[in-house]
């Protein structure tokens, strides 16, 4: 069989609840041409049989000893074939479309690594509570990086060369492997996103997000690595909205970087009084 498009890398750990939602909503998509790599990361609950009413030739599933969301995601890119890995949570739907819109841009815009989409998010149930849309230009994806995780790790689709030479996924941070992914990439490649809400994410209270209690205290020291990260930084000298540049000093002075902290305070006030003059 000749390689697919997209492989779609959909780790699980006990996930029976959504799971068959969330795999519906891949195998439904209006791309011809995919592969869905499941890694059960040592579920404990029925989400094994719940796999195993699959008889879909796209799909393929990983039974392993619990790893971890890295671990997990490590082993679904060794088995993948694709030059494109899309991302999917056990517990968020995509959108029919997905896959083809974020295949497409990535044909047409070469220097981007990944590019992510807008977000539905919603309750236990499904019910959407509010819409993110992202900013789709390399820069100011960039400065968001600074500031917060501006991607929902399952909406993005990566190019395979870009996460092979960013050095994949590791678990050096813990559950902020993503966040960690997007800042090496960024060393080489442009980060993009679509202005279009294309995947539902769905906050529950068994999510990663909610049930790991050193995902903060990492994140902060993966967010003191960021602020020395040169690709990023010169972002940070072009922002014009206020709000976001009042957000970068401040940031900055908390990760004790008080020269950035001066120079993107000083570049906005040139830039302002250039305008108004």
Excluded at 108 to 115: F, I, M, Q, Y
Excluded at 173 to 193: K, M, P, Q, S, V
């Amino acid at each position: 069989m000749s390689p697919s498009v997209v492989s779609v890398l959909l780790p699980v750990h006990n996930g029976e609840r959504f799971v068959r939602e969330a795999l519906e909503s891949v195998l439904d998509q209006s791309l011809a041409d995919f592969e869905v790599v499941v890694v059960d990361d040592g579920s404990t609950d029925g989400t094994a049989d719940a796999l195993a009413e699959y008889r879909d030739r796209r799909l393929r599933v990983l039974h392993q000893q619990q790893a971890g969301v890295a671990g997990a995601l490590q082993s679904a890119v060794r088995e993948a074939r694709a030059p494109r890995l899309a991302r999917m949570d056990a517990d968020d739907v995509s959108f029919p479309d997905r896959l083809e819109r974020q295949a497409g841009f990535l044909d047409a815009n070469p220097r981007a690594g990944l590019v992510g989409c807008g977000v539905e998010v919603a309750d236990a149930d499904g019910t959407v509570e509010h819409t993110v849309l992202l900013p789709s230009g390399d820069r100011s994806l960039r400065r968001r990086l600074l500031l917060r995780n501006p991607f929902t790790h399952g909406s993005v689709m990566l190019r395979r060369e870009a996460l092979e030479r960013a050095g994949g996924y590791r678990a050096r941070h813990g559950a902020n492997e993503d966040y960690d992914l997007w800042r090496r990439i960024a060393r080489n490649w442009e980060l993009a996103a679509l202005p279009e809400v294309l995947y539902r994410y769905r906050r529950h209270t068994g999510a990663v997000t909610t049930t790991d209690p050193a995902r903060v205290s990492m994140r902060e020291a993966l967010r003191d690595e960021l602020w020395r990260e040169p690709a990023l930084l010169r972002a940070a000298w072009g922002e014009d909205d206020p709000r976001e540049a009042r957000a970068l000093v401040r940031e900055a002075l908390r990760r004790r970087r008080p020269l950035v902290a001066a120079r993107v305070g000083a570049g906005y006030l040139a830039r302002r009084a250039s305008t108004s003059s």
